[in-house]
């Protein structure tokens, strides 16, 4: 229909109200309403300003335009998209309107107050030229503030002599929406990656940055949209956000970052290469049935030089012998800066260097410095011998040393330089800093720290990094891993930490290992990391079916593992049988695991809808605990919690209040009544009581809960308004004349 019927469709009811009998539309008017070119009526804004005609807005567009769409719910959660990645309303003002939008009955309600808001917002002319590529479908949204953690990382300030390379790079996009940049490794591929995006980032309306960790399919699971709904699952993500990226267009550039992998080595290549996007990777493979772009050695010997005098005050004096340096690590980037660095800290003169490379015959004089094997990845060569060689120099002291072995683990997308020195109980930064003068350690955004990939490959084999030799490392890691209820913000990068351990580490502790790889794998089910959970079962099985390591207990909690995975409730039910049949005695070592198996299947029958079976299992893990003097522990809470939920659901509620009662006052007897533990169980309470239709008594505990969290979260208002959110959303459960009066009492 043309854009006035719509209008007149659209805003029927302050059309048909009789104080509005002189309100004509002008098309033109309308047109620029339209296009963004003028505000729209006050008279329209205010009409629909008021609660009740926003309820008639809602019914006229059930009414007029839903049954006009083939899909209405998408055009609804497109329009919550939208509304939710405007960075210009408060997270406040979101939570209010937002709140409509999960209820299905509320979801047109929903739509109308978000159009009544739009009316009356401060109006902001729009580019005409930008408004009308985008409603021809030319142009994507900007998603910056929407993907999180999607910016390009700022390019080396002391990047330079690529000039050439970077027009014929732009120039190369305008007949090519996806480009691989190859090289050997450390010759600057990524930072002429990161110059291009700063140099023409005019030319595109998003430029999203993602570090390849091996596997696309799960960077793209990885990658962090402000509206993902906690609970979805990886594959659900995954959906979301591929099918976001299918919408971009060629005014958004994507960068993948060190894809040093073939075309049949990462399946979702193919999926990636469908998106409409420019995308450029950068990789060491020489991808052939792509358009390819392959970055040679700087050829001009006074940039390389300039490049040295960066980092070598006194390379002037000695111009005739850097320059010889320069030829002889053939020109190679990042072996000059390593070399500048060296003679900087005076380790050794220019003369004793050059002597010393060429001893080593480091230089790359024969023909094959770049060998590529047959699937396009590029192999060890000549170069990899100038790094190896530089490093040997390097008097490192034995904290060094340590520093540089457990670094070999960080993700490439580096890690904060704090956490990394707290994981490593190191006192101060300054063996750190240290290395990062010498080159060896990157300085990325946000004071970030990382390898350098080929530096990685040298650290491995000259450090041979061990469960032994890491230990430090490893108990840090599993130390938060054990603090179930505390919440961490750097989670994906401990568990790349934890993947990269399991590639690259010498097990000569099997059992120290096996411990770890326990420790990690609850922490990562915690934050449904279900990729780096697959892994921990796979190395478990090897280690404990094939080369026979571990105890019955080890043996029970693979199994247990294995269950959690499992989607087919049957299947992880006998899984969970198989794991109690591991253990022919119940110990005080081994009480607590016995606990949590049957707790497990209690869970698992209680899915399946068989109660006695759910009921056995959950009261036997309960009693462990209590004989062994176990129930304050972090998995005594959510037992009893199911427990009760339990005997909510066959009509035990008095029951069920007793058991949280009790813990309850565990709680409170060995940590107190103000932590997060404690709130837990007075929400649970607070809900069987809601379900009961007790509300005075839900009201007491949910007041309690709530202040706890109030308390707790003083810093963190966003979770202190989620918690309120959730809380309200029982209204469903229990009829909308309770839920008003819970409402009310939240409310004040």
């Not at 591929?189 to 430029?207: C, F, M, P």
């Not at 100038?386 to 520093?403: A, N, V």
């Not at 469960?467 to 994906?492: D, N, P």
Request: net charge negative.
């Amino acid at each position: 229909m043309s854009q006035p019927d719509f209008l007149y469709e659209l805003f029927e009811d302050f059309m048909n109200d009789s104080i509005n009998e002189d309100f004509s539309m002008d098309n033109g008017l309308i047109c620029r309403w339209m296009t963004g070119q003028a505000k729209i009526s006050p008279k329209i804004s205010s009409y629909y300003a008021k609660p009740s005609n926003q309820k008639k807005l809602a019914e006229t567009i059930q009414r007029n335009l839903l049954p006009l769409m083939a899909d209405c719910n998408m055009v609804i959660q497109d329009i919550y998209t939208l509304f939710m990645q405007d960075d210009t309303i408060s997270d406040t003002k979101k939570q209010e309107i937002a709140s409509l939008y999960k209820p299905s009955d509320s979801r047109l309600l929903f739509l109308a107050k978000v159009l009544s808001f739009g009316m009356e917002r401060q109006f902001v002319k729009r580019d005409t030229k930008n408004q009308k590529l985008i409603a021809g479908g030319a142009l994507s949204p900007i998603v910056l503030d929407y993907i999180m953690d999607s910016e390009v990382p700022k390019p080396c300030r002391h990047f330079l002599g690529r000039e050439e390379e970077l027009e014929e790079l732009h120039t190369m996009f305008e007949e090519n929406r996806h480009i691989f940049l190859y090289g050997i490794a450390g010759i600057g591929k990524s930072e002429l990656a990161k110059v291009y995006a700063k140099q023409y980032r005019k030319q595109y309306t998003n430029i999203l940055y993602m570090e390849y960790t091996g596997d696309l399919h799960q960077d793209i699971t990885d990658m962090d949209f402000i509206d993902d709904p906690p609970e979805i699952s990886e594959q659900e993500r995954f959906q979301r956000h591929n099918r976001f990226l299918r919408s971009l267009k060629s005014d958004t550039l994507l960068i993948i970052d060190n894809f040093n992998a073939t075309s049949t080595q990462d399946s979702c290549l193919s999926v990636v290469l469908k998106y409409r996007c420019r995308i450029l990777f950068t990789t060491r493979s020489r991808l052939t049935e792509y358009c390819s772009f392959q970055l040679k050695e700087i050829k001009d010997i006074s940039s390389l030089f300039q490049l040295t005098s960066i980092f070598y005050s006194e390379a002037e004096d000695h111009r005739p012998v850097v320059e010889k340096i320069i030829k002889t690590v053939h020109s190679h980037t990042l072996a000059i800066e390593l070399a500048a660095k060296l003679l900087e800290n005076g380790i050794l003169t220019p003369n004793q260097l050059l002597t010393k490379l060429q001893e080593e015959k480091a230089s790359l004089h024969n023909e094959d410095k770049i060998k590529i094997i047959k699937d396009g990845q590029s192999s060890k060569a000549t170069y990899y011998n100038h790094i190896h060689t530089l490093f040997s120099l390097y008097s490192l002291s034995q904290t060094q040393q340590d520093i540089m072995c457990n670094m070999c683990f960080l993700p490439s997308s580096g890690i904060s330089a704090r956490i990394f020195a707290k994981w490593l109980e190191l006192p101060t930064l300054n063996d750190v800093n240290d290395l990062i003068e010498t080159g060896f350690v990157q300085e990325n955004i946000r004071h970030s720290i990382s390898l350098h990939p080929l530096i990685q490959e040298i650290a491995v084999s000259e450090n041979r990094p061990s469960i032994t030799t890491c230990r430090t490392l490893l108990a840090s890691l599993q130390k938060i891993c054990l603090m179930h209820g505390v919440e961490i913000s750097y989670y994906k990068k401990l568990f790349q930490t934890v993947e990269n351990i399991m590639q690259l580490i010498e097990k000569d502790d099997i059992s120290q290992y096996l411990l770890f790889l326990e420790n990690i794998f609850p922490y990562m089910e915690k934050y449904h990391y279900q990729k780096g959970m697959a892994e921990i079962i796979q190395e478990l099985k090897q280690l404990i079916k094939t080369d026979n390591h571990g105890t019955a207990s080890d043996r029970a909690l693979l199994l247990d593992y294995q269950a959690t995975m499992e989607a087919k409730p049957q299947k992880a039910i006998q899984l969970e049988k198989e794991a109690l049949s591991q253990i022919k005695e119940t110990t005080k070592d081994n009480a607590h695991l016995v606990s949590n198996l049957h707790a497990n299947l209690g869970g698992l029958y209680r899915m399946q809808g068989q109660m006695e079976a759910a009921r056995e299992h959950m009261e036997t893990g309960i009693s462990l605990l209590e004989e062994y003097g176990l129930l304050y522990t972090n998995d005594s809470i959510p037992q009893i919690s199911n427990y009760a939920a339990l005997l909510a659901e066959i009509q035990e509620t008095e029951r069920a209040i007793s058991s949280l009662q009790k813990l309850a006052r565990i709680i409170k007897e060995y940590n107190s009544d103000h932590c997060l533990d404690y709130a837990q169980v007075q929400e649970s309470m607070g809900n069987i009581c809601l379900i009961t239709a007790n509300i005075s008594q839900a009201r007491t505990h949910f007041k309690k809960a709530l202040k706890i969290y109030e308390n707790i979260w003083s810093d963190e208002p966003e979770l202190i308004e989620a918690k309120y959110q959730e809380i309200q959303e029982l209204y469903p459960q229990v009829g909308f004349s309770i839920g008003k009066r819970l409402s009310d009492f939240l409310a004040k």
